[in-house]
């Protein structure tokens, strides 16, 4: 990264502004990912939940007969 000032205060207070702009930015998207992920996995529990009532179903239409 090319800062102004970099051996000066200004130029400190700017780099570390950079930075703490970069990390809320990086803050948020991990925070979106968790979210999507977090949504993945109920999805992923529903579709085992209905696999397994399936599966029950059938069974039990087989031991029906």
Aim: hydrophobic content about 30%; cysteine-free.
């Amino acid at each position: 990264m090319d800062y102004p000032y970099e051996n000066t205060t200004q130029g400190t207070i700017e780099t570390l502004s950079k930075i703490e702009k970069r990390l809320k930015k990086e803050k948020q998207s991990l925070e979106e990912m968790n979210i999507k992920l977090f949504q993945l996995m109920e999805d992923i529990v529903k579709k085992k939940n209905t696999i397994n009532d399936m599966e029950n179903h059938i069974e039990w239409k087989f031991q029906l007969n």
